[in-house]
Each structure stands twice: as C-alpha cells, then as structure tokens.
C-alpha cells in the first residue's frame, strides 16, 4: 500500500500529477472535491466561493477538517487499489493526519514552480484573475493558501519536483515516483 500526497502553490502542476496518476489507472482524491461537495451542500457556487468555503471548514471543525472528510475515501479507494494518490494538500495539519493515518506508507511530494510560471499556466487555462473583475489574483491565492499552513507542509515534503522543464519530463518524473523510484 501507498499513499502518495501532492502539495503546491496554485498552478505548480500538482493537476498534471494527478493526471499522470489517472493515466496509470491509479485512483486520485482531490481534496477539493470534498470543498466542492460542501459549497453545493451550503448552496453555493464552488467556482466563486471555494476559497471561502474551505476556510469556514476549517474555522467549523479544525484545521484537519478536510482531511478528516477526505481519510474514508482514501480508505474506501485502497480496499481496491495499491496505490492512492491525494491531491490538494493545503496544510501541515492535513500532512500530519495523513502521516497518523497512513505511517511509512505516505510520501509528500511537493511541486514547485517560479510565480511568473505559475501565474502563464493559470492564465492560459482561464483561471487567473484580477481584482479588477472580482476575481481573486494569484497572489491572493498563494497568501490563502500560505495562510492554510502550505509552506510548513511544502517543507515536509519527502520529495521535492522542480516543475520548470517540459510537460513531457515534469509527466516522465511523476510517473518514476509514483512507479516508486522516487526520481
């Protein structure tokens, strides 16, 4: 059994190692999923209000809260499957219970690319905005996300990938991970 996590700021590639993931028919849990669910629980649109709603999670049942919420589907995923990877770790908190939860078996493995080129990815998939349009900016999001604990769990990474190269390496090299080569 393996439990592989992935923790990054906003637009690193931690989308695209879950997608290499799929591609070798190995279950992912998307953390925000779980914010998704509960935004249309609170009827409300996870497009506008997910960053809001994750925090009142947490401010509702803890810092571990969505971890917490994600833990039976990891569970539920691994009654079938080797491997499992999670994507969206945001937290120390959320690295810590997954260590409680999974020992040996989990590795965190954190993404990073340079703001300038996280900030073209996101752009050229839609998802950056400015505060001009309502929208939040990277910048926000990584102070969001930092605010979360994302720099202490980025810290204890077991591996960390340099995202800066091709699409076709940055793949090669999740891939050799997840294969447990821990490239």
């Given amino acids: 059994m393996s439990v592989f996590g992935f923790v990054g700021l906003p637009g690193s590639g931690k989308s695209e190692a879950a997608a290499v993931a799929e591609r070798l028919d190995i279950p992912v849990v998307t953390m925000g999923d779980v914010i998704r669910a509960e935004c249309r629980d609170r009827g409300l649109d996870p497009a506008t209000d997910h960053g809001q709603v994750a925090q009142a999670l947490r401010e509702e ?26 994507d969206g770790i945001r937290s120390d ?73 091709s699409l076709a390496q940055f793949h090669d090299t999740i891939e050799s991970i997840l294969d447990g080569e821990k490239a």
Wanted: hydrophobic share 40%; proline share 3%; charged share 35%.
């Fill in 93 to 165: 908190v959320e690295v810590d219970r997954f260590e409680d939860a999974f020992g040996e078996q989990f590795t965190l493995v954190c993404v990073e690319a340079p703001f300038d080129v996280r900030a073209q990815r996101l752009d050229a998939r839609g998802r950056d905005a400015s505060a001009d349009d309502g929208g939040e900016t990277l910048a926000d999001r990584d102070q969001r996300e930092l605010d979360f604990g994302m720099g202490e769990a980025m810290e204890q990474a077991d591996l960390t990938v340099e995202n800066t190269d």
């Fill in 61 to 86: 049942n803890g810092p571990a809260a969505i971890a917490d919420r994600s833990l039976p589907i990891i569970e539920a995923e691994l009654e079938d499957a080797e491997t499992v990877v999670v």
